[in-house]
């Protein structure tokens, strides 16, 4: 950025030099600056406008008072300079901008909005707990703990550390005489000693003592705080290295400190501290953060495979090797960009748990530029070809209610639904078979997927997995399959090897098991003697030209959907349109309990229909049962009840209506 405009920015920081004229001027200096970047970017990148769908801008952030408000007439605020408009105006590319302020509307704080990035990119497949620290000017974190599920991002915490390097930052200009706006490689602070006395004394502000999740800006640690901070190293006789050695230690002891608080709320503390942002370039920073964590948590630089100390992260890890594709001071970047294409796909790009909105929105306002009608006219395109898929889907329905049944009947019997594919069709069975547990309070055994490639390959392309005939056959007969079993491939060409390969193997190896086909092209049937049923949904060329992540996609997960949710109907796992075969593991689950028992028992209220809850252990089902066959009956008894009848709730509860007593 160039002096000037950082100065003059610097000026309007202050409220006692603001004025709305230089504001207004630099609203549109900023947005111009943010418009070379794009310019800059794309030449350096090789592409021209037309090659660019999306910009998102962040944008500068002049002021975040998201505490409550003082009075009446005050609100809780943010506000960054840089209008989109401007970009897009000037490089004809649709911009999103203004993140922020829809959040702080919703009553939450509009920070951090790293987390849902996080979640995004580090997926639920974690075997450690992970903290993904960024230190800008503030710190703020993504703790992701080896439990997370993608799904239910409730689990993970976000929050400001602190003052990240604007103290820091603050002193090396001082120290420099405005020469440098930062301690460049650590090596002003290496210099120095920290003085405990004055870090502790610095510790006591009320925003180290606050719990965790929680949001801070320069409106508490900004120039004024700094300069305070200055103030005391100058009244104590610090010296100017000690002074910044101590900051520095500030940052450190801050971000280390918040884990502990994060600690008591979530139970688990990381293992690993991945850093991005300027501070992961700082030696001294990382040296001390990696004295002030636990003994055995691992701190290290975005994109790198060593820790600070040159040892090797497990590269087994897929969490860990994740996170070296964006390297540190890039990440924020690259989050903005997918919060942009989030906001124009009409998704939500925040986690309410983590900033403490009352619920999700889309954040982000659109400035349309010169490509907006074609982008409106592609997602239009992709949406006609997306409600043909939807007819295609249909017309199979006779056969998808038929095998789903198939499904339900050897599922009771003692069988399973293994679903085999690769690329996007092995991701998507891998997917529809991960969600029947939690959805349907199912046992994991009854749903299987497998992928060409292994669980690598779900992040991963793994070349030739696909063509591999033979390992599909391994990997399947490796499941000690039998005759009760169904085995359903997933190939959007049809042709796929490895699916065949497990299919045919399945088929000589267990005449009785049922052998199914999903596939997105025509086939001549009696090709595949190995294959009882087919499944030929024909959608036609996608629209990019052998994407078959779009239309085969979409059809090959409407059908998934309809065949795994009406095995389970059919397997007694709803009544009418509700999943009672719930088991609470959450509050929003807890919720959900609550309000199935009085839609289904009628005459109970909250508290009566929490008492059944935790008598029935958090089981849905068995605290129907409970209330249906007797207030004295126990949850053992309900349980028996059910199984007497297959599970099926609706059994009991007609017999209930009939005045009859269930057993």
């Given at each position: 950025?160039?002096?000037?405009?950082?100065?003059?920015?610097?000026?309007?920081?202050?409220?006692?030099?603001?004025?709305?004229?230089?504001?207004?001027?630099?609203?549109?200096?900023?947005?111009?600056?943010?418009?070379?970047?794009?310019?800059?970017?794309?030449?350096?990148?090789?592409?021209?406008?037309?090659?660019?769908?999306?910009?998102?801008?962040?944008?500068?952030?002049?002021?975040?008072?998201?505490?409550?408000?003082?009075?009446?007439?005050?609100?809780?605020?943010?506000?960054?300079?840089?209008?989109?408009?401007?970009?897009?105006?000037?490089?004809?590319?649709?911009?999103?901008?203004?993140?922020?302020?829809?959040?702080?509307?919703?009553?939450?704080?509009?920070?951090?909005?790293?987390?849902?990035?996080?979640?995004?990119?580090?997926?639920?497949?974690?075997?450690?707990?992970?903290?993904?620290?960024?230190?800008?000017?503030?710190?703020?974190?993504?703790?992701?703990?080896?439990?997370?599920?993608?799904?239910?991002?409730?689990?993970?915490?976000?929050?400001?550390?602190?003052?990240?390097?604007?103290?820091?930052?603050?002193?090396?200009?001082?120290?420099?005489?405005?020469?440098?706006?930062?301690?460049?490689?650590?090596?002003?602070?290496?210099?120095?000693?920290?003085?405990?006395?004055?870090?502790?004394?610095?510790?006591?502000?009320?925003?180290?003592?606050?719990?965790?999740?929680?949001?801070?800006?320069?409106?508490?640690?900004?120039?004024?705080?700094?300069?305070?901070?200055?103030?005391?190293?100058?009244?104590?006789?610090?010296?100017?290295?000690?002074?910044?050695?101590?900051?520095?230690?500030?940052?450190?002891?801050?971000?280390?400190?918040?884990?502990?608080?994060?600690?008591?709320?979530?139970?688990?503390?990381?293992?690993?501290?991945?850093?991005?942002?300027?501070?992961?370039?700082?030696?001294?920073?990382?040296?001390?953060?990696?004295?002030?964590?636990?003994?055995?948590?691992?701190?290290?630089?975005?994109?790198?495979?060593c820790d600070i100390n040159g040892q090797p992260l497990?590269?087994?890890?897929?969490?860990?090797?994740?996170?070296?594709?964006?390297?540190?001071?890039?990440?924020?970047?690259?989050?903005?960009?997918?919060?942009?294409?989030?906001?124009?796909?009409?998704?939500?790009?925040?986690?309410?748990?983590?900033?403490?909105?009352?619920?999700?929105?889309?954040?982000?306002?659109?400035?349309?530029?010169?490509?907006?009608?074609?982008?409106?006219?592609?997602?239009?395109?992709?949406?006609?070809?997306?409600?043909?898929?939807?007819?295609?889907?249909?017309?199979?329905?006779?056969?998808?209610?038929?095998?789903?049944?198939?499904?339900?009947?050897?599922?009771?019997?003692?069988?399973?639904?293994?679903?085999?594919?690769?690329?996007?069709?092995?991701?998507?069975?891998?997917?529809?078979?991960?969600?029947?547990?939690?959805?349907?309070?199912?046992?994991?055994?009854?749903?299987?997927?497998?992928?060409?490639?292994?669980?690598?390959?779900?992040?991963?392309?793994?070349?030739?997995?696909?063509?591999?005939?033979?390992?599909?056959?391994?990997?399947?007969?490796?499941?000690?399959?039998?005759?009760?079993?169904?085995?359903?491939?997933?190939?959007?060409?049809?042709?796929?090897?490895?699916?065949?390969?497990?299919?045919?193997?399945?088929?000589?190896?267990?005449?009785?098991?049922?052998?199914?086909?999903?596939?997105?092209?025509?086939?001549?049937?009696?090709?595949?003697?190995?294959?009882?049923?087919?499944?030929?949904a024909v959608v036609g060329p996608e629209i990019l030209?052998?994407?078959?992540?779009?239309?085969?996609?979409?059809?090959?997960?409407?059908?998934?959907?309809?065949?795994?949710?009406?095995?389970?109907?059919?397997?007694?796992?709803?009544?009418?349109?509700?999943?009672?075969?719930?088991?609470?593991?959450?509050?929003?689950?807890?919720?959900?309990?609550?309000?199935?028992?009085?839609?289904?028992?009628?005459?109970?209220?909250?508290?009566?229909?929490?008492?059944?809850?935790?008598?029935?252990?958090?089981?849905?089902?068995?605290?129907?049962?409970?209330?249906?066959?007797?207030?004295?009956?126990?949850?053992?008894?309900?349980?028996?009840?059910?199984?007497?009848?297959?599970?099926?709730?609706?059994?009991?509860?007609?017999?209930?209506?009939?005045?009859?007593?269930?057993?």
């Amino acid at each position: 950025m160039p002096a000037t405009l950082r100065q003059r920015i610097v000026k309007q920081l202050k409220p006692e030099n603001s004025r709305i004229d230089e504001l207004t001027q630099l609203d549109a200096a900023l947005g111009l600056w943010f418009v070379d970047a794009v310019e800059s970017l794309m030449h350096h990148a090789g592409v021209t406008a037309e090659d660019v769908d999306i910009i998102g801008s962040h944008g500068q952030t002049m002021w975040h008072d998201v505490q409550q408000p003082r009075d009446a007439h005050s609100e809780r605020m943010t506000w960054q300079l840089g209008d989109g408009s401007f970009i897009a105006a000037k490089t004809g590319i649709t911009t999103v901008c203004d993140f922020r302020t829809a959040d702080v509307a919703l009553g939450g704080q509009g920070a951090p909005l790293m987390p849902v990035f996080d979640a995004l990119m580090y997926g639920n497949q974690r075997p450690s707990t992970i903290a993904l620290q960024n230190i800008g000017g503030i710190g703020n974190v993504t703790l992701l703990p080896h439990a997370a599920s993608a799904e239910d991002n409730r689990h993970i915490m976000g929050f400001d550390t602190g003052p990240g390097n604007m103290v820091i930052d603050r002193f090396a200009e001082i120290i420099s005489h405005g020469r440098l706006l930062y301690d460049k490689d650590g090596l002003f602070s290496s210099q120095g000693k920290v003085d405990e006395a004055l870090l502790q004394s610095w510790l006591e502000h009320p925003f180290y003592q606050q719990s965790p999740p929680k949001s801070t800006g320069r409106e508490q640690f900004g120039h004024e705080y700094a300069d305070a901070c200055w103030q005391d190293c100058v009244a104590r006789g610090v010296s100017p290295f000690d002074a910044i050695a101590t900051a520095t230690a500030l940052t450190a002891r801050t971000i280390a400190h918040s884990y502990e608080q994060a600690a008591l709320v979530m139970g688990v503390y990381p293992e690993y501290v991945v850093v991005s942002g300027g501070g992961a370039y700082n030696p001294t920073l990382m040296r001390l953060l990696a004295a002030d964590v636990r003994p055995g948590t691992r701190v290290s630089r975005a994109g790198e495979a060593c820790d600070i100390n040159g040892q090797p992260l497990p590269l087994s890890d897929a969490a860990l090797t994740l996170g070296s594709v964006i390297e540190a001071d890039s990440k924020e970047a690259v989050a903005f960009a997918v919060f942009a294409y989030q906001a124009v796909c009409g998704r939500s790009n925040h986690l309410p748990a983590t900033t403490g909105a009352s619920h999700e929105i889309v954040l982000g306002k659109l400035c349309p530029g010169m490509n907006f009608r074609q982008l409106l006219e592609v997602v239009q395109l992709i949406n006609d070809e997306d409600r043909h898929v939807a007819q295609v889907v249909a017309s199979l329905r006779s056969t998808i209610a038929t095998v789903a049944t198939a499904m339900a009947k050897r599922i009771a019997l003692g069988g399973r639904v293994f679903y085999v594919g690769a690329g996007t069709s092995g991701r998507l069975g891998v997917l529809d078979a991960s969600e029947i547990p939690p959805t349907f309070s199912a046992p994991s055994m009854w749903f299987q997927g497998l992928i060409a490639g292994g669980d690598h390959a779900l992040r991963n392309a793994v070349e030739g997995a696909e063509d591999n005939r033979e390992q599909g056959k391994l990997d399947l007969l490796a499941k000690e399959l039998t005759d009760l079993d169904v085995v359903m491939g997933i190939a959007a060409s049809g042709t796929t090897p490895y699916v065949h390969g497990a299919l045919q193997a399945t088929k000589e190896a267990f005449p009785g098991s049922h052998t199914v086909l999903i596939a997105c092209n025509p086939l001549r049937e009696t090709d595949y003697p190995y294959i009882d049923t087919f499944l030929t949904a024909v959608v036609g060329p996608e629209i990019l030209t052998g994407s078959t992540r779009m239309k085969a996609g979409t059809a090959t997960k409407l059908i998934l959907n309809q065949l795994s949710t009406v095995a389970m109907i059919v397997s007694g796992k709803t009544y009418g349109n509700l999943m009672v075969d719930l088991r609470v593991s959450n509050q929003k689950l807890r919720r959900r309990a609550i309000r199935i028992l009085k839609l289904v028992l009628g005459d109970v209220d909250d508290d009566e229909a929490v008492q059944l809850l935790e008598q029935a252990g958090g089981q849905v089902k068995v605290a129907i049962a409970m209330r249906l066959t007797g207030v004295t009956t126990t949850k053992e008894e309900a349980e028996a009840v059910l199984r007497s009848h297959h599970g099926r709730l609706g059994h009991i509860v007609a017999r209930s209506a009939a005045g009859e007593t269930a057993t």
